[in-house]
T-cell receptor, first 115, second 115 residues
């Protein structure tokens, strides 16, 4: 079945360490998105990518980096520059410019905790 | 600036009672409107969406939503709530071309269902 897979489900990061969250989709969607979720804050856009080898910063990109080398994959790296990385991270995908018809498909999320 | 507001952070209803979750948006034109549901530690699932046509839309799990242009609202309703409806509910609007056709999410409403 088609869908989005995020891994790992839980991730622990030490201070000063970079970590990478995986997001893979087999829906043949053009666009992929990373959101950060904090209690009471809703979902905030970190990065988005509309096509391979292109991505743009969202509202809270500082301390994060991404790559889009393949249509299916959009990994997110949380760098040591991100001072408060503990959060729930959600990856989503969509048919670009046809979001109204289908909305997003979400992964099941990765919970990142700083230890 | 585009925005979406969910005025109620928490709502408690008794099982079998009716439910209405509020959503208001600020946008120059009528955007696409969505309601998503999130169970604890999970991704988001699309309940329903609206762009044009009949202002009362039906979704999954017995939910419906009504678009009111004059009030810039898109409230979610259910006639009789089940204990399994306890979850976090997010209203979303978009897509917005200045953010890669990303959706803008409200901060969510947490629904508690009592026996």
């Amino acid at each position: 079945d088609g869908g989005i897979t995020q891994s790992p489900k839980y991730l622990f990061r030490k201070e000063g360490q970079n970590v990478t969250l995986s997001c893979e989709q087999n829906l043949n969607h053009d666009a992929m998105y990373w959101y950060r979720q904090d209690p009471g804050q809703g979902l905030r856009l970190i990065y988005y990518s509309q096509i391979v080898n292109d991505f743009q910063k969202g509202d809270i990109a500082e301390g994060y980096s991404v790559s889009r080398e393949k249509k299916e994959s959009f990994p997110l790296t949380v760098t040591s520059a991100q001072k408060n990385p503990t959060a729930f991270y959600l990856c989503a995908s969509s048919i670009w410019r046809d979001i109204g018809s289908y909305g997003y498909t979400f992964g099941s999320g990765t919970r990142l905790t700083v230890v | 600036a585009q925005s979406v507001t969910q005025p109620d952070i928490h709502i408690t209803v008794s099982e079998g009672a009716s439910l209405e979750l509020r959503c208001n948006y600020s946008y120059g034109a009528t955007p696409y409107l969505f309601w998503y549901v999130q169970s604890p530690g999970q991704g988001l699932q699309l309940l329903l969406k609206y762009f044009s046509g009949d202002t009362l839309v039906q979704g999954i799990k017995g939910f419906e939503a009504e678009f009111k242009r004059s009030q810039s609202s898109f409230n979610l309703r259910k006639p009789s709530v089940h204990w399994s409806d306890a979850a976090e509910y997010f209203c979303a609007v978009g897509p917005f071309s200045n953010s890669g056709y990303a959706l803008n999410f409200g901060k969510g409403t947490s629904l508690l269902v009592t026996p």
